[in-house]
C-alpha cells in the first residue's frame, strides 16, 4: 500500500492558523545632551523595558547618534523599513511612535481610492448586502 500525501485544502493567511508581528526589528537614535532627544531619552529610560518585555519577537537596538534629532527606524519581514523622526516629542508621544511602526506592515501607504470594490481571498459567507432582501422596516425622518 502506497503511502499518500494528505492534500491541502485551505491556503494559509495571516491572523487565521497564527499571528505573524510584521516588524522584527526597531532601531532607536538618539542624542544624550540635545534638548529634542528629551522625550526619547525618557522613553528609552521607563517605557522601552516594558515594551520590550511584551514584545519578545521584536528585536531591539539602541544606539547613540551625537548632535542629531532622535530617529525611530522600523525594519520589517517584507524587507522593508520606515524611520520616523521623533523630535520634540514627550514620551507618551513616542510611545505612539513605536506602536505605529510596530504595527505597520512595512508596505507604502496608498490611498483607497472610491469606487474601487475590495476584494478577497475568501467568498463571504452570507453573501452581498442588498438593502432589498431582509425585513421591510418604515424610514425614518
Known amino acids: 500500500m502506497p503511502v499518500r500525501a494528505i492534500q491541502r485544502l ?33 522613553f528609552l529610560k521607563q517605557l522601552l523595558r516594558p515594551f520590550a518585555a511584551q514584545h519578545p519577537q521584536i528585536e531591539i537596538h539602541v544606539s547613540p547618534r551625537p548632535s542629531r534629532h532622535p530617529v525611530i527606524r522600523g525594519t520589517y519581514i517584507n524587507g522593508k523599513e520606515k524611520a520616523i523622526c521623533v523630535k520634540n516629542l514627550e514620551r507618551e508621544q513616542v510611545l505612539q511612535k513605536v506602536e505605529l511602526l510596530r504595527d505597520a506592515s512595512g508596505e507604502k501607504v496608498r490611498r483607497v481610492k472610491s469606487g474601487r470594490v475590495v476584494t478577497s481571498v475568501n467568498e463571504s459567507i452570507r453573501g452581498i448586502w442588498s438593502p432589498m432582501h431582509g425585513a421591510k422596516l418604515p424610514v425614518l425622518d
Open 10 to 42: 485551505s491556503t494559509s493567511q495571516n491572523g487565521v492558523d497564527a499571528f505573524i508581528l510584521q516588524c522584527k526589528r526597531l532601531d532607536f537614535h538618539y542624542c544624550d545632551w540635545a534638548g529634542s532627544s528629551k522625550g526619547m531619552n525618557a
